[in-house]
């Protein structure tokens, strides 16, 4: 917790020294072509630096360079006890300068201070150290042999990692690849978005700082067209894992087999259905809870709880508690401790939410809450939580995924017709059942394509369940120990005795 007013972040914010190069090898580079391009912030349009905008170059030398810190094994072959006490140092300096990476993520993406401070930096902390608590004390197998023979199954870094990441949540997206993917051996370059680099550099020094040796985790800032597409491209990167779009994801597995065959792992978009049923043990908590599941982290979460399935028994008397809870989600000064509902993370992503605000009318759909820009005076992109009422699962409101803080209430008769609903999406990321009565509960949970369900809460978990999606929204998980098989390949030595 801090204790620091909007004022005193206004003035760190002012004497903010901001790094913008890339961080390649142990050290903060230009791009190999000195392309730079500028860093807007959301809050109010101010400059915050320029950042290099790397490309097929840099992904070269950071790439040579990965590979050749990998294959020397200052790193990849270090025991695991070493790399758990480095990765919880690296963790420790996370926490040591949480105020300055929270004031950064907070001025970069938009996203309110508050949970810049006690969420999303704690939150990667927390990946890092619970994937490097883990590594020493996994262990490998031994096959059921017969008598002469002994076969060993053993788990083996995969080498060079491209980790792509969002803007979403920067540094915990970032944190969910790098906790696994540093604790098991690798090397890694990880490319933030080019919304939200500043935090991704800023923790590559923290890295080697740690003790992480120079060239295992390096840091190319620059468009996804660019240095992403050269990741993707690359004959020597091994592994690309990524968070992002499902538009960008299907683009990465044709990358893959254009190239090398590389392993891609994908954790993308989400429409993500919240089942309120008329016997829910705590209507009240499920309308808090379905306010904060569209507002928090104004609305750009892949688990937003973006399609409100009601009963219609319900639906007069619950509707009104969500539009009332959701006045207390209001768009504000991110800079401001108390605000809960900061800006978007850019005029392009703000207008992109507009735009579908506007679908939501033109098909017939009928607005109950928020629906337009606010606080225009500030230079900021900022835009009112948002509820439609009387939406069809066929709207695009419903279809597609808008990533703003913009609700549809789509209304239900039965549990058979809830989980139609709920899964006639391309999605399969999260979902959430609301009832009193355990078999519903489960009988629902389980017939959910989806990889996450909350049962009578939203957005529930920690680093110990896997986290991802079914269908387009993914593959392969994040967090708990099944994301170490993204980031190791199984070996089977047979010995002859
Ligand atoms: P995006 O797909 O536009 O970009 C993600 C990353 O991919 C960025 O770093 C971007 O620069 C890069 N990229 C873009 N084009 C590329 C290309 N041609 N080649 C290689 N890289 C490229 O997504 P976004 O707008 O940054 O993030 C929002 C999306 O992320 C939403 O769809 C959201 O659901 C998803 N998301 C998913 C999860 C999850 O865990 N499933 C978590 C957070 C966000």
């Not at 105020?99 to 902390?125: Q, R, W, Y």
């Not at 067209?225 to 044709?254: E, P, R, Y």
């Not at 409101?397 to 989980?419: C, K, R």
Request: glycine share 8%; proline share 4%; charged share 20%.
């Amino acid at each position: 917790m801090t204790t620091l007013t909007r004022a005193d972040w206004e003035q760190r914010a002012k004497d903010l020294k901001i790094e913008g190069r890339a961080y390649i090898n142990g050290e903060y580079t230009a791009a190999v072509s000195g392309d730079t391009f500028e860093c807007i912030s959301p809050v109010d349009g101010r400059l915050l630096a320029t950042i290099a905008s790397c490309d097929a170059d840099d992904a070269q030398r950071a790439v040579e360079n990965a590979r050749a810190t990998f294959n020397s094994g200052v790193w990849s072959r270090l025991a695991p006890a070493k790399r758990k006490s480095a990765m919880l140092r690296f963790a420790a300096l996370l926490k040591a300068n949480a105020e300055e990476l929270a004031l950064l993520e907070t001025l970069d993406m938009g996203k309110p201070i508050s949970d810049s401070l006690n969420i999303d930096v704690p939150g990667a902390a927390n990946a890092l150290s619970w994937s490097g608590e883990a590594i020493d004390k996994i262990y490998d197998e031994v096959a059921a042999t017969p008598h002469d023979q002994l076969g060993l199954v053993t788990r083996e870094p995969v080498g060079v990692v491209g980790a792509i990441v969002p803007w979403n949540f920067p540094l915990m997206m970032a944190c969910w690849k790098l906790g696994p993917a540093l604790s098991t051996g690798n090397s890694v370059i990880l490319k933030p978005s080019e919304k939200s680099p500043l935090t991704a550099i800023r923790i590559a020094a923290l890295a080697v700082e740690a003790g992480i040796p120079k060239g295992v985790f390096n840091v190319l800032p620059g468009y996804g067209h660019t240095v992403g597409n050269a990741l993707a491209l690359h004959m020597d990167v091994d592994t690309l894992v990524f968070t992002g779009s499902t538009k960008i994801a299907k683009q990465l597995l044709i990358r893959s087999g254009e190239s090398n065959m590389k392993r891609v792992w994908l954790e993308a978009g989400g429409k993500s259905p919240n089942i309120v049923f008329a016997d829910a043990p705590d209507l009240q908590a499920a309308a808090e809870s379905a306010a904060g599941a569209i507002a928090f982290n104004q609305g750009e979460v892949c688990t937003a709880g973006s399609r409100l399935l009601v009963e219609r028994s319900i639906k007069d008397t619950f509707l009104p508690l969500v539009i009332e809870a959701l006045k207390g989600w209001k768009p504000g000064n991110p800079l401001d401790p108390a605000t809960n509902v900061g800006a978007l993370v850019d005029t392009q992503q703000m207008n992109t939410v507009l735009s579908y605000i506007e679908a939501g009318h033109a098909d017939g759909a009928k607005l109950v809450a928020g629906g337009k820009r606010t606080l225009e005076e500030t230079g900021g992109t900022y835009v009112e939580p948002t509820i439609f009422d009387g939406v069809t699962n066929a709207m695009k409101i419903a279809q597609e995924e808008i990533f703003g803080p913009v609700l549809s209430v789509i209304t239900f008769d039965s549990a058979e017709e809830a989980i139609k609903i709920a899964n006639d999406t391309v999605y399969g990321l999260a979902a959430a059942v609301w009832t009193a009565d355990i078999s519903k509960a489960h009988l629902t949970a389980k017939a959910l394509r989806a990889g996450s369900v909350w049962v009578n809460q939203y957005d529930g978990g920690d680093m110990t369940a896997p986290f991802g999606g079914f269908k387009q929204s993914g593959n392969g998980r994040d967090k708990s120990l099944h994301a170490f098989d993204k980031y190791t390949e199984l070996k089977a030595t047979w010995i002859k005795l």
